[in-house]
């Protein structure tokens, strides 16, 4: 579970730097930014490192 939480964070904050590089996704981007936070924020609570 901790392995798939860090891989879609990771996947996620790739998205984000695309789409803000390309102002082309909107209020999406910011969504996706938010859950991978999230996802990132999980893992430092449960105790594992977050990177």
């Given at each position: 579970?901790?392995n ?30 938010v ?17």
């Open positions: 579970m901790g798939l939480l860090y891989a879609i964070a990771v996947i996620l904050i790739i998205i984000w730097l695309i789409g803000f590089l390309g102002y082309n996704a909107g209020g999406l981007v910011h969504i996706l930014l859950i991978a936070v999230i996802a990132i924020l999980l893992r430092v609570i449960q105790g594992r490192k977050p990177l």
